[in-house]
T-cell receptor, first 114, second 112 residues
């Protein structure tokens, strides 16, 4: 068991709404990354948080935003939802940024936008 | 921009076969490479992490190799079992933050 937990597991939202997804990192991990996985594709990097600061961002618009809390848990917020935002959202935690750091993933949140 | 490709996209083999999954990447300046397994609709399970200075890693029936100069990694699965059926993803760590760039995956089916 990886120890990374995400909530909720499934979510249905209407186009134009806002959504918040949550992630609890594995004990001892201070780095959280978020990924979007469309059906049949590999995950794409959204952004990473390290010690409560954004540490890097992929090619996603500003309506994708995040937070990391002092206990290193994290939120992903998406505003003005579009149909193409329907995907599996994955959270990964690791001990520290770096080459020796293995990423452990949660079970994901399946978001459907209708 | 780093691009990761996995070939084949899908593979069906009879139980007991040894098999090789391929992963290629365009920029050899990677920090590490990780192989994952994903069951349908589920999250990713880490299988093996190879640091950029390493050539291979082994875990049970799995062996992963890394050739940075040629931009290639292979995942070798020995004596495949029906329980190995899943999608296998490779991902390269592109910077010190270990932000991962993924391939599209290989969907493996092992038939009894």
């Amino acid at each position: 068991e990886t120890g990374v937990t995400q909530s909720p597991t499934h979510l249905i939202k209407t186009r134009g709404q806002q959504v918040t997804l949550r992630c609890s990192s594995q004990s001892g991990h201070n780095t959280v990354s978020w990924y979007q996985q469309a059906l049949g594709q590999g995950p794409q990097f959204i952004f990473q948080y390290y010690r409560e600061e954004e540490n890097g961002r992929g090619n996603f618009p500003p309506r994708f935003s995040g937070l990391q809390f002092p206990n290193y848990s994290s939120e992903l917020n998406v505003n003005a939802l579009e149909l193409d935002d329907s995907a599996l959202y994955l959270c990964a935690s690791s001990a520290e940024p770096g080459a020796f750091s293995e990423a452990f993933f949660g079970q994901g949140t399946r978001l459907t936008v209708v | 921009k780093q691009e990761v490709t996995q070939i084949p996209a899908a593979l069906s083999v009879p139980e007991g076969e040894n098999l090789v999954l391929n992963c290629s990447f365009t920029d050899s300046a990677i920090y590490n490479l990780q192989w994952f397994r994903q069951d349908p609709g589920k999250g990713l399970t880490s299988l093996l992490l190879i640091q950029s200075s390493q050539r291979e890693q082994t875990s049970g029936r799995l062996n992963a190799s890394l050739d940075k100069s040629s931009g290639r990694s292979t995942l070798y699965i020995a004596a495949s079992q029906p329980g190995d059926s899943a999608t296998y993803l490779c991902a390269v760590g592109v910077n010190a933050g270990n932000m991962l760039t993924f391939g599209g995956g290989t969907r493996l089916m092992v038939k009894p």
